[in-house]
C-alpha cells in the first residue's frame, strides 16, 4: 500500500516558485508538481502515485494554504444559474486514502489478472483523446499493461479501482436556488486547487508590484513579511 509523504509547510516564496514551474506543466501533471514542491519525492515520482493518494495529499496542501473549508460555485445544469456550496475538507476526505493500494488482482474466466492503479501519468497518456470511452480503455490498458481487455475483465477491473481508489472519485451535491434541481457533481482537487493557487499567484505578485514600488524592496524582502504585514503596507499605499 502507498504511504503519504510528509508534506512540508510552504512559505510564500515556495508557493510562488511552484506556481511558476507548474504554468510549464500539462494540466494532468500540476497537482504532481504542487506535492514534489511539499515532499522529498521528485516530480517523477510524484507523477507515479495512484490518483488517490495525489488527492488525499492535495486535500493536506489545500488545507494548509487556504484552510479547511471550500468553497465552490458550479452552473446549473438544468437552469444555467449559478450554484454554490459550501463543505469542510473532511466531509469529502477518505481517511484510508493515504493508505490505498498501488495494485491488486482479479480473477476472470478462471486466471488471475494484475492491474494497478492509474496515475497522474497515466492522465497525461490520455489527454488528447477526445472519446470518453477510447480514453477509458487507454487508461485500462494502461493500468493491465496489455491490450487484451474483454468486457468482463474491464468490467472487474473498473469496479475494483473504483473500490480502492475511491478519493479519487469525489461527488459533489449541488441545489440551484432559481429552479430547485439538485445533481452531484464530480470534485477534482486538483484542478480546483492549480486556480487557488494560480489566483493566490496573481494576486500575490500585484501586491509586491504596488509595494516595490512604493518603497523599493525586493521581492523576496516582501514574500518573506507575513500576510498581515503586507496587507497593512498595502493599506498604507491605498491612502
Known amino acids: 500500500m502507498s504511504q503519504i509523504s510528509q508534506i512540508r509547510r510552504l512559505s510564500a516564496k515556495n508557493l510562488l516558485d511552484a506556481w511558476e514551474t507548474c504554468l510549464d506543466e500539462p494540466a494532468p501533471l500540476r497537482g504532481a508538481r504542487l506535492l514534489a514542491a511539499t515532499c522529498d519525492d521528485t516530480v517523477a515520482e510524484t507523477a507515479r502515485w495512484p490518483i488517490a493518494r495525489r488527492d488525499a495529499g492535495l486535500f493536506d496542501l489545500r488545507e494548509q494554504l487556504f484552510g479547511s473549508v471550500v468553497d465552490a460555485v458550479v452552473l446549473c445544469s438544468k437552469c444555467g444559474e449559478r450554484a454554490e456550496v459550501q463543505f469542510a475538507i473532511d466531509q469529502i476526505r477518505e481517511p484510508s486514502a493515504s493508505r490505498c493500494k498501488d495494485s491488486g488482482v482479479v480473477q476472470v ?15 497525461m497518456a490520455i489527454a488528447g483523446f477526445d472519446d470518453v470511452n477510447a480514453a477509458r480503455m487507454r487508461l485500462l490498458e494502461r493500468c493491465l499493461g496489455s491490450a487484451e481487455l474483454s468486457d468482463e475483465l474491464a468490467r472487474r477491473v473498473i469496479e475494483h479501482i473504483s473500490r480502492d481508489q475511491a478519493q479519487a472519485d469525489v461527488q459533489v451535491n449541488f441545489d440551484c436556488p432559481s429552479c430547485g434541481n439538485e445533481w452531484e457533481t464530480p470534485f477534482d482537487i486538483a484542478s480546483f486547487l492549480w486556480r487557488e493557487v494560480d489566483d493566490w499567484a496573481r494576486r500575490m505578485l500585484r501586491e509586491i508590484h504596488l509595494i516595490a514600488s512604493t518603497y523599493g524592496w525586493s521581492e523576496i524582502d516582501i514574500l518573506s513579511m507575513s500576510a498581515r504585514r503586507r496587507q497593512a503596507y498595502l493599506e498604507m499605499v491605498g491612502e
Open 109 to 123: 474466466d478462471g486466471r488471475r489478472v494484475r492491474y494497478r492503479a492509474p496515475t497522474s501519468e497515466d492522465l
